[in-house]
């Protein structure tokens, strides 16, 4: 099986930054496996933030592009998110997804400006 759990999240205000970190666990989990951040914010659909492939390349949402950065240690079997000069929209619960198959819980990050 596969296990996902986020921490990082919180409050912060408008310019500053924050870095949310997605543990995996699980047999069946790869650290070097498609994973990707996506964010829901209340009354809208869930979107994609960003993402990284097996062989390291990224991409991003144009909304964050230049301000967030996705990266993972091998080691810890741990995504990131380092998320700079948020804005209070970056606000959302933010969720990991490994493989486009599962989720974690989320976190929730807000911004106030």
């Known amino acids: 099986q596969v296990r996902l759990v986020e921490s990082g999240g919180g409050l912060v205000q408008a310019g500053g930054s924050l870095r949310i970190s997605c543990a995996g666990s699980?047999?069946?989990?790869?650290?070097?496996?498609?994973m990707a951040w996506y964010r829901q914010a209340p009354g809208k659909e869930r979107e994609l933030v960003a993402r990284?492939?097996?062989?390291?390349?990224?991409d991003y949402a144009d909304s964050v592009k230049g301000r967030f950065t996705i990266s993972r240690d091998i080691s810890k079997k741990t995504l990131y998110l380092q998320m700079n000069s948020l804005k209070p929209e970056d606000s959302a619960v933010y969720y990991c997804?490994?493989?486009?198959?599962?989720w974690g819980q989320g976190t929730q990050v807000t911004v106030s400006s």
């Open positions: 997804n490994y493989r486009g198959l599962k």
């Open positions: 990284i492939y097996g062989g390291g390349s990224t």
């Open positions: 699980g047999n069946h989990f790869s650290i070097v496996d498609h």
